[in-house]
């Protein structure tokens, strides 16, 4: 089955420890990002990657890091969590069309709270 | 800067009833435009996509429309289900091809 994994789904923390979100996707899409949800803002791109080894920023990327060092997998990195990184997360991916992106696939998401 | 804005934030309409859902967006200069379905809790699925050449597209029981020069894509439903409820939310892919813009979405309800 076609699908984007994002692991974990629910993660509480405190503020200043390192985590990690993984997001894994099994369709062989070169496009891969990642959002996070907020009430009354939407959702907003933090990250995104058009391939292996290139990632750029989207529009809040500050206090998160991105890899993407193989193709399925694209990894979030909080180095040093705070409060207002409480949101809900959400990994996609999409192939390219052209030289854009197609449909994007979304994960189930990842609720953080960080204390 | 792109932004998306969605109207209304939420309706609500008796099962039967055909209905529309409106996107605008104020840079004309898009890639593409994606409607997405969003249940409680859940991830985004996918509805419809339309390229920046279309005007529209059609699938079962939805169709939406794009008008770029005015900046304004509508989703319609028709014969409205139960099953309809959740949250849509429209997306507007910048001419890099590269970055997605959301609308905060419109949160429907179907009432049987």
């Known amino acids: 089955e076609a699908q984007v994994t994002q692991n974990p789904r629910y993660l509480i923390t405190v503020t200043g420890k390192k985590l990690t979100v993984t997001c894994s996707q099994n369709m062989n899409h070169e496009y891969m990002s990642w959002y996070r949800q907020d009430p009354g803002l939407g959702l907003r791109q933090i990250y995104y990657s058009m391939n292996v080894e290139v990632t750029d920023k989207g529009d809040v990327p500050e206090g998160y890091k991105v890899s993407r060092k193989e193709k399925r997998n694209f990894p979030l990195i909080l180095e040093s969590p705070s409060p207002n990184q409480t949101s809900l997360y959400f990994c996609?991916?999409?192939?390219?069309?052209?030289?854009?992106?197609?449909?994007?696939?979304f994960g189930p998401g990842t609720r953080l709270t960080v204390l | 800067k792109q932004e998306v804005t969605q109207i209304p934030a939420a309706l609500s309409v008796p099962e039967g009833e055909n209905l529309v859902l409106n996107c605008s967006f104020t840079?004309?200069?898009?890639?593409?435009l994606q409607w997405f379905r969003q249940d409680p809790g859940k991830g985004l699925t996918s509805l419809l996509l339309?390229?920046?050449?279309?005007r529209e597209q059609t699938s079962g029981r939805l169709n939406a429309s794009l008008d770029k020069s005015s900046g304004r894509s509508t989703l319609y439903i028709a014969a409205s289900q139960p099953g309809d409820s959740a949250t849509y939310l429209c997306a507007v892919g910048e001419t890099s091809g590269s970055r997605l813009t959301f609308g905060e979405g419109t949160q429907l309800t179907v009432n049987p």
């Open positions: 840079d004309s200069a898009i890639y593409n």
């Open positions: 339309i390229q920046s050449s279309q």
């Open positions: 996609a991916s999409s192939s390219l069309a052209g030289r854009g992106t197609d449909t994007q696939y």
